[in-house]
């Protein structure tokens, strides 16, 4: 994944998918990465193994692939196993999360055994994605700006910042524009891509792609609105996908679909 630092680039289009389906809706609608989650297991829930499987053996050559592995609190080793694991089902990138609360040293040392065992198992290892929860950052154990810090320092290629309640709350009624546009700055600095999620609707897709993130993610919004019981379709897909699309051309503007 190409970093836009700050170039007349679309954002790129992740959906997140928990099925082979979803993953062959996704794919027809123009998402550009495919992401494998379990969202009844929580905001980053982990996928079966098998499903990852079969999505990775499906998207090859034709989509990048991202698998969620969720949270492991304490368990650094933990989380680099289970990244062993999920790797070799083929995925081009892994996504970690740490919620606030999480102290700074943890989330290198994390990053670190996983980067490390990565590299040592697989000649071509899978990128790791640094995800931080927006509404969990008041404990202040560290900050938007940190995050960029620890992610290159534990080796990650990029930083995504999400939400942990799914109750309808976008990101952009928890962070300021102002702040959601520096996170992006700080992680071009340092080299990393960044990518924007969170109960992101049609009508924020628009505003955040004019700040240059890297890609953007979605699962309510490609699938009716309820990420639990709804399900992907290539049609909410493809208007998700024009609207990042129109926000990058001069005049663009934002229409409902």
């Known amino acids: 994944m190409d970093k836009n630092k700050g170039q007349d680039h679309s954002p790129l289009l992740l959906v997140s998918v928990i099925n082979l389906e979803e993953a062959a809706a996704a794919c027809q609608g123009g998402a550009d990465i495919v992401d494998i989650k379990n969202p009844a297991e929580g905001p980053l829930g982990a996928p079966p193994p098998p499903v990852i499987l079969a999505i990775c053996q499906y998207l090859k050559g034709k989509k990048p692939a991202s698998v969620a592995l969720g949270e492991f609190p304490g368990r650094p080793c933990a989380a680099a196993l289970a990244s062993l694991g999920a790797a070799a089902c083929g995925p081009d990138y892994l996504k970690i999360a740490f919620p606030g609360s999480t102290p700074a040293e943890e989330i290198v040392t994390t990053l670190k055994e996983i980067t490390r065992g990565l590299a040592s198992c697989h000649p071509s290892p899978p990128r790791v994605v640094a995800v931080a929860y927006a509404d969990t950052l008041a404990s202040e154990k560290w900050t938007l700006e940190q995050l960029g810090e620890m992610a290159q320092e534990g080796g990650a290629s990029g930083c ?7 109750n309808g709350t976008p990101l952009p009624r928890i962070l300021s524009r102002e702040q959601i546009h520096s996170f992006i700055d700080n992680c071009h600095r340092r080299g990393l891509f960044c990518g924007l999620a969170g109960s992101l609707q049609p009508e924020h897709l628009f505003s955040l792609a004019q700040l ?14 309820d990420r639990l019981r709804g399900r992907v379709t290539a049609g909410r897909v493809s208007c998700l996908r024009a609207l ?12 409902l679909p």
């Open 244 to 255: 990042i699309a129109a926000s990058r051309e001069p005049g663009g503007e934002y229409k």
């Open 160 to 166: 995504l910042m999400d939400t942990w309640e799914k």
């Open 212 to 225: 240059g993130p890297d890609l953007i993610g979605v699962r309510s919004a490609a699938c009716g609105g």
